[in-house]
C-alpha cells in the first residue's frame, strides 16, 4: 500500500513542487500560497485513507522529485556547458 | 613570341593550357570586340619553370628567374607607360571550367603598383596551395569519384596570372545569363553594387537583385541595404578600402533599366561566343561598360529538397532532415558562421545546423514518436503542414515512450509547472539579467548559455529561464486543438474559425506597444513641420541631418529617445548576430515613421469585443456546463499564452543584442591589433578561431581567406534559398503549398478573413517606403522586425511560416486576413497585381495577369 500511495503521490508532489518553487518568481505570493494549499489536496486524501503510514511515502515522493529535479537542473546544465551535444557540426 | 608573358589579346592567350580558363576566356572576350582592359599574361610556362614539383606544397617562394622579370618590365612598359594601379588576378588551368570554378579559392590583388607586379606574380602561385584551395580539389575529386564521372575535375595544377588595368568602378556587379537557382527558366539575373565587385564577390554588401527576361525587360527589382563598397580610389595602401556608402546611395538604386538591359545584352554576347549560360562580372567606369571575367555557370538545383552529398563542393551530412520551421520562418536568409557555432552549443540536439539553417533529424524524430507514420508523413507534419488522418500508434514503441514522458515529468516537471504562470514582472527580470551580463566579464558563448539556458539553478527566478518560457508559451497551440476538439463534439455547428479567432493576445503586448510607439513618433513629427518634411521628402542623408541638428530636449528626439531605450535591441533578422539592431542603426525605423506619416494607419482594431463575442458565442453553442468551464478555462489559457510568446519574444531578443554587443567589443580589440582588418568579419568566424586570433595564436593572414570563402559560401546559400528536406524526398511534398497554376496559389490560413488590394512585394521592412491601405503585403518571412507594417496594410502573405508564425499572430491581433505557406509568393505575384486573398481557405487568386 506504501508503495502505491509512493508511486501516487510522485506526480502530486511534481505539482506541489512547481507551485512551491514559485515563491521564488515575481507572482501574486497570495495566489502562490493559495495554489499550494490546493496542490496539497492529493496529500490531504493520502493521508485520510492511510493514517500515520501516510508520512513515509509522502516525504519520500517530495524528496525523489526534489533531488531529481536539483539534480537534472545541474546535470543537464553541465552537458550543454561542455558541448557534448553539437561536438562538430558546420 | 615570349613564352612566358603574352598579350591578352594575342590569339595565344586564348590557349587555356597556357594562361588557364579565366585568361583564356578574357581573351577570347576582346578578340570578339568587348570591352575588357588591357593586360597581358604571365603564362602556366613561366609557372612550370619556377615550380617543376608541384605535388607538394612548397617549402618557400621562388626567386623570380631574371628572363621573367625582364619580360614583366617590358611588358608593363609596352601596355602601361601611364603608371596605372594594375590587378593581378590567377588564372588556374583549371580554373572557370564547366566542371569546377574555383571562384574565389585563388589570390586576386587590386591596386597593384607596376613595381610590385613580381611579387604580385609569385604571391598569386603560391595561393595554389592555399589551405581553400587545396580543399576545393580534394572536394571535387571526392565528389567526381562517388559518383563515378571524373575522378580529376581539377585538371592539370598549374597557373597562370593576368596583370590587368585596374578598372575604376563606381558601379559593378554580376549577371547570370540564367537563373542558377533553376526556378525562372529564360530569365537572367543582374546583381549590382556600388564601387569596385571585389566587396560583391566576397559576399561584404548585400547588393540589388534584378530579374529580367532574356529579352530585356525588367521583371523585378530587390533593393539591396549596401553599407559599404570598395573605393575606386587607394585612399590608405594599408586599408582594405572598404569605405561607407552614404546614407542616401545605400537604399538607391545602383543600374537604370537601360544600363541593366546594357549589361544583359554584353553578357548574352559572352554566352553566345562561349556556347552556354555565363555568370559574367562586370563593371561601369563612367558610362563605360566593361567585362572583367565570364564564366560557365555551373551550380543549378532545386531548393526544395536535395540529396546529401548534392552540394557541389561534396559536402552534406547523413541521413534525412527537415528544416524547423519554427526558426526558419524568422529569416530566410542563412545565419553566419559565428551565429551557428554560438547557438548550436544551447540548442537541444534534436537537429544541427547545415548551411547556416537549423533542420530537425527525421531519423531522430522517427524513433522517438510512437508512430507509425512514413517518412513523408511526418515530414509533411513536422513541416507544420498538415495533421495526420489518424495517429497510428506503435504498440511496441508506446509503452517506451510513455516510460520517456513520465521520466521526463518526473525531472523537468516542477518548471514546466512553474512556468504555467509568468507574470510581464517576472519577464523584467530577464531585462535586468542582460543588463548585468552586458557589463560582466565572461566569455561570450557563456553569456548566450546564460541567457537562453539559465543558471541550472533550480532556485533560479523562472523569468531568467528563456527556454522553459518560450516551450511554455508554445503550449497555447496543445490547447488551441483541445478546444478544437472539445466544440466539434460538442458543438459541431460552430464555425471552427471562429476558435482560431481567439489566439490573438490580450491587446497589451510588445508587438502592439512598438506599433504604438511608431505611432506616436509619426504624430510628433506631423506636428513639426521641418521634420515632417524632411521625413516624407524620403532623403535620409537630409532626415539625418535634421536628426543631428535637432536639441536634445526636443519633442521628437525625447521620444525617439524612450522608445529606443525600449525597443532599440529590436530590429528585422534579430536572430542573426550580425544584424546592427535599430538603437545602432535607427534609419530602418525612421522609414517606417515616414511610412505612418504618409499613410496614417487606422486607430488599432478593438479586439477585446471581438474576443468577447466569439467567446460567447463559444459558451452558448456549448450545452452543459462542465464544457462551458472547461472552454472558459481554455479560453483564458490560450489568450495568456499567446501573448506570453509575443511578450517573450521581446524580451528574449535582448539576449541577441547583449550577444552582438559583446562580439562587436572583442571585435573592436582584434580590430585595434590589426588581426582583423574589417568590420563584419568576425561574423564569419566561429568562437574557437576569434580566441585563437586573440591569444595571437591566429593572424589576419591565417583567417582572411577563411572569411572570404565563408562570405562567399553564404552568399551562394542565401541565392540558392535552403531546401526544406535533405535526405528525404516526400512523394508529394514538391505540390505542398505550391503554385495552383499562375491564376492561384495556395497556403495555410494564419488568420481568417477576405481581402483584395495590390500586391506589394517586401524585401526588407526598412524599404517598405510606400505601404498604403488598400495594399496586401507579399514577403518572404515576417519577424517582429515587420510588426509595424501590418496595420499598414489589408491582408499579409509571407512565403515561409505557420499558423504557429508571428506573422499569423500579430495579423490575429490586428484583425487583417493573413495567409503563410505560399511557396515563391514573392516571386510569382508582380508588384502592384491586383490580387484576393481568401484567408480562410488558404488562397490567393490573382485578379488581373
Not at chain 2, 552614404?246 to 533599366?257: D, F, K, W
Not at chain 2, 543549378?300 to 552529398?309: A, D, F, L, N, Q
Not at chain 2, 496559389?745 to 488598400?774: F, K, M, N, Y
Amino acid at each position: 500500500m506504501s508503495l502505491l500511495a509512493y508511486l501516487l503521490l510522485l506526480p502530486a508532489s511534481v505539482w506541489l513542487l512547481g507551485a512551491v518553487f514559485s515563491l521564488f518568481d515575481r507572482g501574486d505570493r497570495a495566489t502562490v500560497l493559495g495554489r499550494i494549499a490546493v496542490r496539497g489536496l492529493p496529500f490531504v486524501a493520502v493521508a485520510l485513507v492511510l493514517g500515520d503510514r501516510a508520512a513515509v511515502p509522502a516525504l519520500a515522493a517530495a524528496a525523489t522529485v526534489a533531488t531529481a529535479h536539483v539534480a537534472w537542473s545541474w546535470l543537464s546544465q553541465a552537458i550543454v556547458r561542455r558541448g557534448r551535444l553539437h561536438p562538430n557540426e558546420d | 613570341m615570349n613564352p612566358w608573358v603574352v598579350n591578352l589579346r594575342d590569339a595565344a592567350a586564348g590557349d587555356a593550357a597556357l594562361t588557364g580558363g579565366k585568361a583564356a576566356r578574357l581573351s577570347r572576350l576582346a578578340r570578339a570586340g568587348m570591352t575588357v582592359p588591357d593586360a597581358f599574361v604571365v603564362t602556366s610556362a613561366a609557372f612550370t619553370a619556377h615550380f617543376p614539383a608541384v605535388s607538394e606544397v612548397p617549402a618557400q617562394a621562388p626567386e623570380l628567374q631574371p628572363m621573367l622579370r625582364q619580360a614583366i618590365g617590358a611588358a608593363l612598359l609596352a601596355q602601361f607607360p601611364d603608371n596605372p594601379y594594375l590587378v593581378v588576378r590567377s588564372s588556374a588551368l583549371a580554373e572557370d571550367s564547366a566542371g569546377a570554378s574555383f571562384a574565389g579559392q585563388h589570390e586576386s590583388y587590386y591596386y597593384v603598383a607596376p613595381d610590385d607586379v613580381p611579387d604580385k606574380v609569385v604571391d598569386c602561385w603560391l595561393s595554389l596551395w592555399s589551405a581553400p584551395a587545396r580543399h576545393y580539389r580534394a572536394a571535387r575529386a571526392r565528389d567526381g569519384a562517388g559518383r563515378g564521372v571524373d575522378p580529376d575535375p581539377c585538371g592539370e595544377l598549374a597557373m597562370a596570372v593576368i596583370v590587368q588595368r585596374m578598372v575604376q568602378a563606381e558601379r559593378s556587379g554580376v549577371c547570370f545569363t540564367c537563373d542558377p537557382t533553376g526556378r525562372y527558366p529564360d530569365h537572367a539575373w543582374i546583381e549590382a553594387a556600388w564601387g569596385l565587385g571585389a566587396a560583391l564577390v566576397d559576399g561584404r554588401v548585400s547588393p540589388d537583385r534584378l530579374l529580367l527576361e532574356r529579352g530585356g525587360t525588367l521583371v523585378r527589382r530587390e533593393i539591396g541595404r549596401k553599407r559599404q563598397k570598395v573605393a575606386a580610389t587607394l585612399s590608405d595602401p594599408g586599408d582594405l578600402r572598404l569605405e561607407p556608402v552614404p546614407l542616401l546611395q545605400q537604399t538607391a538604386s545602383v543600374l537604370s533599366e537601360r544600363d541593366a538591359a546594357d549589361v544583359l545584352d554584353k553578357s548574352l554576347e559572352a554566352e553566345a561566343l562561349f556556347g552556354g549560360p555565363q555568370d559574367v562580372e562586370w563593371a561601369y567606369q563612367g558610362q563605360v561598360l566593361y567585362l572583367l571575367q565570364s564564366r560557365p555557370i555551373t551550380t543549378k538545383g532545386p531548393p526544395r529538397s536535395r540529396t546529401p552529398g548534392a552540394d557541389p563542393a561534396g559536402r552534406g551530412p547523413a541521413g534525412r532532415w527537415v528544416l524547423f520551421k519554427p526558426l526558419a520562418e524568422n529569416f530566410t536568409e542563412p545565419l553566419t558562421p559565428m551565429s551557428v557555432d554560438l547557438f548550436r552549443r544551447v540548442l537541444p540536439p534534436i537537429g544541427r545546423f547545415i548551411d547556416g539553417h537549423y533542420y530537425l533529424n527525421l531519423d531522430l524524430a522517427a524513433r522517438l514518436l510512437p508512430l507509425r507514420w512514413r517518412a513523408d508523413e511526418l515530414v509533411k507534419v513536422l513541416l507544420l503542414r498538415e495533421e495526420p488522418a489518424a495517429l497510428q500508434l506503435s504498440p511496441w514503441r508506446l509503452p517506451l515512450a510513455l516510460l520517456g514522458l513520465a521520466g521526463l515529468y518526473l525531472l523537468d516537471g516542477v518548471s514546466w509547472h512553474r512556468s504555467a504562470r509568468v507574470t510581464r514582472a517576472d519577464l523584467q527580470d530577464y531585462a535586468t539579467l542582460c543588463r548585468k551580463l552586458l557589463a560582466g566579464r565572461d566569455e561570450v558563448p557563456a553569456v548566450l548559455h546564460r541567457l537562453v539556458v539559465g543558471s541550472g539553478h533550480p532556485f533560479e527566478p523562472i523569468g531568467r529561464r528563456a527556454y522553459y518560457l518560450n516551450v511554455s508559451a508554445g503550449r497555447y497551440f496543445l490547447l488551441l486543438g483541445a478546444l478544437g476538439r472539445l466544440t466539434a463534439r460538442y458543438a459541431p455547428g460552430l464555425d471552427p474559425q471562429l476558435v482560431q479567432s481567439l489566439c490573438s493576445g490580450d491587446g497589451n503586448t510588445s508587438s502592439r506597444h512598438l506599433v504604438e510607439g511608431i505611432r506616436a513618433l509619426a504624430a510628433i513629427a506631423r506636428g513639426d513641420a521641418m521634420l515632417g518634411e524632411a521625413l516624407a521628402a524620403g532623403d535620409p542623408t537630409a532626415l539625418a541631418a535634421v536628426l543631428d541638428e535637432l536639441p536634445p530636449d526636443h519633442r521628437f528626439a525625447r521620444a525617439l529617445d524612450a522608445f529606443l531605450q525600449r525597443f532599440g535591441h529590436r530590429c528585422s533578422k534579430e536572430m542573426e548576430l550580425s544584424t546592427p539592431r535599430w538603437r545602432e542603426d535607427p534609419l530602418p525605423l525612421l522609414l517606417m515613421v515616414r511610412s505612418y506619416l504618409r499613410s496614417p494607419p487606422g486607430p488599432p482594431p478593438d479586439t477585446h469585443a471581438d474576443y468577447l463575442l466569439a467567446r460567447n458565442r463559444i459558451r452558448e453553442a456549448l450545452p452543459r456546463r462542465w464544457q462551458q468551464r472547461l472552454a472558459d478555462y481554455l479560453i483564458e489559457r490560450i489568450r495568456y499564452y499567446v501573448s506570453l510568446r509575443e511578450d517573450t519574444r521581446h524580451y528574449h531578443t535582448m539576449a541577441m543584442d547583449v550577444v552582438r554587443t559583446r562580439l562587436l567589443g572583442v571585435e573592436q580589440k582584434l580590430l585595434a591589433t590589426r588581426r582583423l582588418r574589417v568590420p563584419g568579419d568576425l561574423f564569419y568566424l566561429t568562437w574557437d578561431e576569434v580566441r585563437d586570433l586573440e591569444q595571437a595564436r591566429l593572424g589576419w593572414h591565417d583567417v582572411s581567406a577563411r572569411i572570404r570563402t565563408r562570405r562567399q559560401a553564404h552568399r551562394r546559400i542565401a541565392r540558392e534559398g535552403a531546401p526544406e528536406t535533405i535526405g528525404v524526398t516526400p512523394a508529394d511534398a514538391e505540390n505542398v503549398g505550391a503554385t495552383n497554376g499562375v491564376d492561384n496559389l495556395t497556403g495555410q490560413c494564419a488568420s481568417p478573413g477576405t481581402a483584395e488590394g495590390r500586391a506589394r512585394i517586401v524585401l526588407d521592412p526598412a524599404l517598405a517606403h510606400d505601404l498604403e491601405p488598400g495594399d496586401i503585403l507579399v514577403a518572404p518571412y515576417t519577424d517582429p522586425g515587420w510588426t509595424p507594417l501590418f496595420p499598414l496594410v489589408d491582408a499579409v502573405i509571407v512565403e515561409l511560416g505557420s499558423f504557429l508564425s508571428h506573422a499569423g499572430t500579430v495579423a490575429r491581433e490586428y484583425g487583417i486576413p493573413c495567409v503563410v505557406d505560399v511557396a515563391d509568393c514573392t516571386r510569382t505575384l508582380k508588384e502592384g497585381q491586383r490580387i484576393r486573398v481568401f484567408a480562410s481557405a488558404g488562397r490567393i487568386e490573382v485578379c488581373e495577369p
